[in-house]
């Protein structure tokens, strides 16, 4: 019999930062303010601290000497870099996942797209993220590779802060829903190659679409 416990203290914060930076509530760029979340989340500065050396570690917040945390900001080269690894590692894992997936694994994957599509329709980001995510790793897992599925987790951690850029506009949320539904119809037909493509294209249009976001902040030069 399994048991579930409450979470600690440190995770729980850690959880709720997430769910700030993935909503774009501390959007990147943006001071944290210790004291101020220590006391809306009603926890001491101890496990507020521990928790945001976890998101350093994942590179989602950055510590500046003298000036404390911030919620960190990417340039789009880091951004294009970031996929450009991404897509290296995660057509692998679709190569070696495809063949590998199970009825349960494919009804998992089903489950998770009905939950992004529920989620889109009511504009709730942080649900779209955490199903988003859901998705796509129920087959990256399949590919019975572990430590090539912790390094695309990585990858996936640091462009979290960007996330909410990306699903606040409705014409990716639909788009989204339309690139799910084809790179499963692909892998439910077992066509292995066209599930590469359609989720490198997922990948493209993502990118495409966060790095025109990150170049339209205030003070950001576009690219030549």
Known sequence: ????????????????????????????????????????LGVSRVPLREALKVLEGEGQVVYRPHRGYAVAELSVEDLLEVYRIRDLLEDEAVREAVPRLTPRDLDEISAAEADVRAAAATGDIAAITAANRRLHFAVYEASAMPRLVRMIRVLWDATDVYRSLYFAEAANRARIDEEHAAAIAAIRAGDTE???????????????????????????????
């Open 194 to 224: 066209r599930a590469v493509a359609v989720l490198a294209e997922h990948r493209r249009a993502s990118a495409a679409s966060v790095s025109a976001a990150i170049t339209a902040r205030p003070g950001v030069e576009s690219l030549p």
């Open 1 to 40: 019999m399994r048991f579930t416990r409450p979470p600690t203290a440190q995770e729980a914060v850690l959880a709720a930062l997430r769910e700030l930076i993935v909503t774009g509530e501390l959007a990147p760029g943006t001071p944290v303010r210790q004291e101020a979340l220590a006391e809306r």
